[in-house]
């Protein structure tokens, strides 16, 4: 493992101990090895003068809910040290009291809560404390003799601490070991089936030794797991398969998920091991991994139906074996092994399925590693089920939980490079679907933020084109469960006999065809939709036709029977199809400002007066029209299919 110190870099620092610290704890959490998504903690103990100019010893402690690599010094709460050393001396202390007077302790009351290991860090009588969960040492801990290895790599140079629930028991277990001990002896203290912590009156040599302790062990791993077998069996993709596990999954957890499919060469080894079943269900390589990605994965190779309901059913046994009062969690799984064909991870965002998969990349790495160094063995389900259910760890996650309209559906967007469509994939977006916008035009392809949007280059006339597009959705996303096809081209104007056969088919191919072809690959995949949903973007020509405009009218005619046809043949799949008119929608890249006064003038109007000639007298934006199409594949419109739906502030040839 390298060393991220950084001599020059360190200089700003020296003369403030809390910089210092946010300094050291970001190179810590730089590294993914060491931790991941809030795992770890770290702190520093500084003497301040208070407002009556007396001095207090303090312990600034990393806050609930921050992550290490991205910290600040607002992140660290500062809590009187003679409380946190009074605390470790208690027989017994519940945790709703240690958060009450740790909080009534602190010299900031707008800081956040200290981490659950505050006491802990008090006791180690060092300036600096690190904390990692050093996936080299929970590797080597979560084997079969973890200990003795422990002590063949460190010898006498750490303290080895048998596993005990992290907070408050650990600290005072650490602090009836630890009495008149000389800590100075110790380059760390490795605490089985947990993680690691160094400390140090200077900062960098405290990190330094987490660094050159993890290096041990992972030089250990490296000289003692032997070669690694070949695997076979690799079976290729099969998306319409995924796009059924995701509603299976969805179904299980009540609400739709994103799923994050790992095809990689580590997953798909790790899924084709034999004994996989074994390897991976045997429990979290740190405890507090147990919060994002239960305690062990589904496995599974083509039953998937059989593999979550027993899934469920062990998980609900677990739970009432262990339980003491608290309220059972959902029980469908976090993630899942695909024999042989990779790994799939579950979030209610595409955000929460990155981190799970994030904790699934190392947890596999090292459930392989430490099945070649004898055979991996986690903690007890007792052990796991009381992290679990541990409620300041519950407490985590609440904060972070929020539920959209669309939240965890997977959107696509046709035509979306501007006006309408970019309008309504920024809404579904908004609205908490994952998106992916199609167009023709290559800024499309500026829209993809590497996480929840995607712009992918799309000619929709051309069938591998689309198929491509629906693919690498669903790849991405795992299922398909909204359409908005809104692809459109607006055509000259010509009279029946002047319009060219090349202007014909274009608006025919581009108006039509496209659409019925991106319905046709859309839907075997829509099938398995959560709540799905198709809404086609057609025309007020359709109800309402104007001289000269026969090319794109018929175009949308046809778009309006073709929706309407889908709407009878989806029902029964429970697909709603509803289609919408818009009309005089000025906000898009066709209407130049020269444009809009050519038209007014020729109808002797101003701007103004034409944009907003309709019975209501107002504009219509193509914000407008993108919050209506969000209502319409939410459950607004859930009980309504094959409904035309202008949306043109009213117009007396229609009404
Ligand atoms: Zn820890």
């Not at 994030?358 to 389900?381: M, T, V």
């Amino acid at each position: 493992m390298v060393s991220l110190w950084d001599d020059k870099e360190a200089e700003r620092f020296k003369n403030n101990d809390l910089e210092m610290r946010v300094y050291t704890s970001r190179i810590l959490g730089a590294n993914s090895d060491l931790v991941l998504h809030g795992g770890g903690n770290t702190s520093v103990k500084v003497t301040e003068k208070n407002l009556f100019g007396e001095e207090e010893d303090l312990l600034y402690v990393k806050g609930s809910g921050w992550d290490l690599a991205t910290i600040e010094s607002a992140g660290f709460a500062p809590v009187k040290m003679d409380t946190l050393i009074k605390m470790a001396d208690l027989k017994e202390l519940s945790d709703v009291d240690m958060v009450i007077n740790q909080r009534a302790a602190m010299t900031n009351p707008s800081a956040p809560n200290p981490s659950v290991e505050a006491i802990l860090h008090a006791i180690i009588p060092f300036k600096f404390v690190d904390h990692t969960h050093a996936d080299a040492v929970v590797t080597v801990t979560n084997t079969a003799g973890g200990e003795e290895k422990i002590k063949e790599i460190y010898g006498d140079t750490v303290l080895v601490i048998p596993y005990v629930m992290p907070g408050f028991i650990l600290a005072r277990t650490i602090y009836e070991m630890t009495k008149g001990i000389d800590w100075s002896k110790y380059e760390g203290m490795v605490l089985l089936n947990h993680g690691l912590f160094t400390f140090n009156d200077d900062a960098k040599k405290s990190y330094e030794n987490m660094i050159e302790l993890v290096t041990k062990a992972e030089n250990y791993i490296e000289s003692n797991m032997g070669t690694e077998k070949p695997y076979v069996d690799h079976l290729g993709e099969d998306l319409l398969s995924l796009a059924k596990i995701r509603k299976v999954i969805s179904t299980a957890k009540g609400s739709a998920v994103i799923v994050n499919y790992d095809q990689g060469n580590d997953a798909v080894n790790f899924s084709a091991l034999s004994n996989v079943q074994k390897v991976a269900t045997q429990g979290p390589l740190t405890p507090d991994h147990v919060i994002r990605n239960k305690r062990v994965p589904m496995v599974f190779e083509r039953d998937y139906n059989a593999a979550l309901e027993n899934y469920q059913n062990e998980y609900k046994k677990y739970f009432s074996e262990l339980n003491s009062g608290e309220t059972m969690l959902n029980p469908a799984p976090k993630w899942a092994i695909w024999k042989n064909r990779g790994i799939l991870t579950f979030g209610t965002s595409a955000k929460e399925a990155a981190i799970i998969s994030d904790i699934k990349d190392h947890s596999i790495k090292a459930f392989s590693q430490a099945e070649r160094l004898g055979g991996y063995k986690a903690l007890s389900p007792k052990d796991i089920f009381e992290v679990e259910y541990w409620s300041l760890e519950q407490a985590k996650l609440k904060k972070s939980g929020s539920s959209l309209a669309l939240q965890g559906q997977v959107a696509i967007v046709t035509g979306a490079a501007s006006g309408i469509g970019r309008a309504t994939l920024d809404k579904l977006h908004s609205d908490g679907a994952v998106v992916v916008g199609l167009d023709i035009n290559p800024v499309m392809a500026d829209a993809s933020n590497g996480r929840d949007k995607l712009g992918l280059v799309c000619d929709l006339t051309k069938d591998s084109d689309i198929q491509a597009a629906i693919e690498t959705t669903v790849r991405t996303f795992g299922g398909l469960d909204i359409i908005v096809s809104n692809a459109g081209i607006f055509t000259a104007s010509e009279g029946i006999d002047k319009i060219s056969n090349d202007l014909w088919k274009r608006s025919l191919d581009i108006n039509l065809t496209s659409h019925q072809k991106f319905l046709k690959f859309a839907t075997p995949f829509l099938k398995e939709g959560v709540k799905p949903s198709v809404v086609i973007m057609a025309s007020k020509n359709v109800p309402a036709p104007g001289k000269g405009a026969a090319a794109y009218s018929v175009a949308k005619a046809g778009l309006t029977q073709l929706a309407r046809i889908a709407a009878l043949e989806l029902g029964e799949f429970g697909i709603n199809v509803n289609m919408l008119h818009p009309h005089a929608v000025f906000d898009t890249g066709i209407w130049t400002p020269e444009v809009l006064e050519k038209r007014a003038k020729h109808y002797g109007m101003s701007v103004e007066e034409y944009k907003t000639n309709n019975i209501l007298k107002t504009e219509i934006t193509s914000k407008n029209v993108a919050n209506l199409v969000s209502a319409m594949v939410g459950d607004i419109f859930s009980k309504t299919t094959g409904v035309q739906l202008p949306i043109d502030g009213g117009s007396d040839r229609i009404i």
